[in-house]
C-alpha cells in the first residue's frame, strides 16, 4: 500500500524504511550468523530493486506479485526494530492473493494529494511518549490509519488509537508536514473503505490543553513502568 501511495502521488515526503533500521542492528549483532544477515541485506536490496522498478513504470498499476512478496519480508524484517523479534517465515501464495485482493478494492480517488502526502508519518519529540510511534499516512490534513479487520466495525480500540495519533501530533507536530490535523480516518483494507471523523467531531478545543496535559502524565507513566 505504501508503495501504491508513493506512486499516486510522486512528490510524497518518504523516510527510510524501518526494515533499513532493522537490518543494520541484525548486522551489527554478534549474535546473528552471517547468513542470516546476509539474508536479511538480500531482502532489503531485493525490495529495493522492485520498488525502483515499480515507481519507474508508466502504467498507473497497482503492485504485482513480486513486489507484494517483497513488501511482506520487509514487514517480517519491521518486527526486530519494533520489538526484538527475527522470525522470516516463508510467504505462501494464498498471503500473496489476499494482499492483491486487499489492493484491487482501493480506489485511487480517495488518496490522491491535493497538496501534501507524508508516508509513515512522525511525531517528532512527542512519540518518546509512548516509547516510539509512526502512523501510515497524512493526505492533506487527515492523519489515516490502515486496519486490515475482518469486520466492518469502528472499535474502541481504534477510536483511541486515532485519538493518541491526534494527541501525539498537537504535542509534537508532524515531521516533514507544516500543516495541522483536522481529520482522522480508518481505511478498512478488505472493505475499500475510507472512513473519516473531523476533529472537530470528537475534541472540544476549550478542553483540548487539559486533555493533552493529562496525556502527557498518563503516556510518561506508561513509558517509564515499560
Same mark, same amino acid.
Given at each position: ?12 515526503? #518518504? ?28 531482502? #532489503? ?17 497497482? !503492485? ?31 498471503? #500473496?492473493? %489476499? ?21 509513515? !508519518? ?22 489515516? %490509519? ?53 476533529? %472537530? ?21 506508561? #513509558?517509564?513502568?515499560?
Amino acid at each position: 500500500m505504501r508503495f501504491y501511495l508513493q506512486k499516486l502521488n510522486p512528490s510524497a515526503k #518518504v523516510s527510510r524504511w524501518l526494515a533499513e533500521e532493522s537490518a543494520a542492528l541484525v548486522v551489527a549483532s554478534r549474535r546473528e550468523t552471517a547468513r542470516t544477515k546476509k539474508r536479511m541485506l538480500d531482502i #532489503v536490496e531485493t525490495a529495493k530493486d522492485c520498488v525502483r522498478s515499480y515507481l519507474k513504470s508508466k502504467r498507473d498499476a497497482k !503492485p504485482g506479485r513480486e513486489l507484494i512478496r517483497a513488501a511482506v519480508d520487509l514487514a517480517q524484517l519491521d518486527l526486530v526494530y519494533r520489538i526484538g523479534l527475527l522470525d522470516l517465515q516463508r510467504i505462501n501464495d494464498a498471503m #500473496v492473493e %489476499d494482499i492483491g485482493n486487499m489492493l484491487a478494492l482501493v480506489r485511487p480517488e480517495d488518496f490522491r494529494a491535493k497538496r501534501t502526502c507524508v508516508l509513515n !508519518p512522525t511525531f517528532g519529540a512527542a512519540a518518546e511518549l509512548v516509547g516510539g510511534a509512526d502512523g501510515d499516512l497524512v493526505l492533506d490534513g487527515t492523519l489515516i %490509519d490502515i486496519k486490515v479487520n475482518k469486520n466492518l466495525e469502528m472499535g474502541r480500540d481504534i477510536f483511541n488509537q486515532l485519538v493518541g495519533y491526534y494527541c501525539l501530533s498537537c504535542i509534537g507536530g508532524i515531521d516533514a508536514c507544516r500543516g495541522k490535523i483536522t481529520c482522522v480516518a480508518v481505511y478498512f483494507a478488505r472493505f475499500g473503505i475510507l472512513h473519516r471523523l473531523p476533529v %472537530d467531531s470528537f475534541v472540544e478545543a476549550s478542553r483540548l490543553p487539559a486533555h493533552l496535559k493529562w496525556f502527557k502524565a498518563t503516556a510518561n507513566r506508561g #513509558v517509564s513502568s515499560m
